[in-house]
């Protein structure tokens, strides 16, 4: 079940920071299910294989590598300009405009950050279509992680070094508990973001992290209404 925020777990937050895919945006908006077409069909064009097999060798990847880019840089040294250009050549139009976690996000106290495994171009866009890209005060994508993805500790580090971010004055939004366990190490609150009463979605139990669970501080599934409790407190 989703947890409501304890206000003072919040009051001393100064910096925000939101994963993007599933996360800003819900799950049963499936555009990350886009993206996840374009990269299997990108594996498979890569190595001559049938859609099964590409898929599955994806999966593997991304278990193994964090993410498939991560996983064919390190296999088959791809072009990851390429890739990322390819696999983010989706139809924006799915997502719907959000005004209310607009308003929420831009009344938080303090600096609003994305933190992204997809490039900055990807995270611009789809910020744009939700109504929210005005209330960010910057991006960090997998290019300013030197390519390496989250749940890497170096990338989580430089994150924080680039924008001076002292762990105990943030908080995490994420829709992956593995994602959460270096903020949690780093002193953030943390919170996970599932999709609407846990339906299923296209992601699969093998995105699933219980072994990552007691890094989760809060659950919910509607970021929208959890901020907007946290502004009612706190701004």
């Known amino acids: 079940m989703t947890t409501l925020p304890d206000p003072a777990r919040f009051a001393h937050v100064t910096d925000w920071v939101f994963d993007l895919d599933n ?22 064009e890569l190595l001559t294989l049938p859609r099964e097999e590409a898929r599955k060798l994806q999966k593997e990847l991304y278990q193994e590598y964090g993410t498939t880019l991560n996983g064919l840089m390190t296999r088959h040294g791809i072009d990851p300009d390429d890739f990322l250009e390819k696999v983010h050549d989706i139809d924006y139009s799915w997502l719907v405009p959000d005004p209310v976690l607009g308003t929420a996000i831009r009344q938080l106290p303090g600096r609003k950050f994305i933190f992204t495994n997809g490039d900055r171009r990807h995270a611009e866009r789809t910020a744009r279509q939700l109504g929210i890209l005005e209330h960010f005060d910057d991006i960090f994508d997998i290019v300013a ?91």
Do not use: C
């Open 145 to 235: 992680a030197g390519l390496m993805p989250k749940p890497a500790r170096q990338s989580y580090e430089k994150f924080a070094e680039l924008h001076a971010i002292t762990g105990h004055n943030a908080v995490m939004f994420e829709d992956l508990a593995r994602n959460l366990s270096v903020p949690k190490s780093l002193g953030m609150t943390t919170v996970l973001v599932v999709p609407r009463n846990f339906e299923p979605t296209f992601s699969e139990i093998w995105e699933r992290d219980p072994a990552n669970e007691d890094d989760v501080d809060f659950v919910t599934d509607d970021l929208a209404s959890f901020l907007t409790t946290i502004v009612e407190v706190i701004a």
């Open 23 to 44: 996360t800003l945006y819900p799950h049963h908006s499936n555009l990350f299910s886009q993206i996840d077409v374009k990269m299997t069909a990108y594996v498979g």
